[in-house]
T-cell receptor
Framework: TQLLEQSPQFLSIQEGENLTVYCNSSSVFSSLQWYRQEPGEGPVLLVT?????EVKKLKRLTFQFGDARKDSSLHITAAQPGDTGLYLC?????????????FGTGTLLAVQP | EAGVVQSPRYKIIEKKQPVAFWCNPISGHNTLYWYRQNLGQGPELLIR????????DSQLPKDRFSAERLKGVDSTLKIQPAELGDSAVYLC?????????????FGPGTRLLVL
């Protein structure tokens, strides 16, 4: 099983702080997705990145795909309590007609008001 | 539009008992996935269906787990007999089709506790 390592595993910060979550692998991915999962719910897709070096922004969230398509980062600016949740990266190593995702180990974020 | 529906939301059973989970995907979605998520970790794929055909069940522990999607719509995942290590959240997801980058929509999951 391919392994996607996320760091940090846990993060507790104050409202208004910035943070970065990392997702690393030794494998090359055809695409990589970021999800947020709230307690008692399933993961919800935030973004999909496809091209090496690609940067996508979603309000205060900035996602970057590594040039070699082996790693990614998620940066949150001025975090808010509503950002609290489990952040998961998920990579598709096969591409084509499979849509088989390998999920990362997760980063649990708590934003204190 | 209704999302992915799963039931029950919670299940507590004793070890060696059977248990079943049900999933109704988003209408029109041909691809259905069952995942298992251990506490504080990412989901792991158990089985993927294209319509009624199981096209990837390599991660399904076939000695005790079984799944079906008889009419290519809703699906059932069964464990018999359950073991303590099966305690986890079982997530169902669906996507319009099987191609890469197609968004997978997840249900809320069934939380299983085996005592």
């Amino acid at each position: 099983t391919q392994l996607l390592e996320q760091s940090p595993q846990f993060l507790s910060i104050q409202e208004g702080e910035n943070l970065t979550v990392y997702c690393n692998s030794s494998s090359v991915f055809s695409s990589l997705q970021w999800y947020r999962q709230e307690p008692g719910e399933g993961p919800v897709l935030l973004v999909t990145v496809v091209t090496g070096g690609e940067v996508k922004k979603l309000k205060r969230l900035t996602f970057q795909f590594g040039d070699a398509r082996k790693d990614s980062s998620l940066h949150i600016t001025a975090a808010q309590p509503g950002d609290t949740g489990l952040y998961l990266c998920a990579g598709d190593i096969y591409g084509g007609a499979t849509n088989k995702l390998i999920f990362g180990t997760g980063t649990l974020l708590a934003v204190q008001p | 539009e209704a999302g992915v529906v799963q039931s029950p939301r919670y299940k507590i059973i004793e070890k060696k008992q059977p248990v079943a989970f049900w999933c109704n995907p988003i209408s029109g979605h041909n691809t259905l996935y069952w995942y298992r998520q251990n506490l504080g970790q990412g989901p792991e794929l158990l089985i993927r269906y294209e319509n009624e055909e199981a096209v990837d069940d390599s991660q399904l522990p076939k000695d005790r787990f079984s799944a079906e999607r008889l009419k290519g719509v809703d699906s059932t995942l069964k464990i018999q007999p359950a073991e303590l290590g099966d305690s986890a959240v079982y997530l169902c997801a669906s996507s319009l089709d099987r191609y890469t980058q197609e968004t997978q929509y997840f249900g809320p999951g069934t939380r299983l506790l085996v005592l």
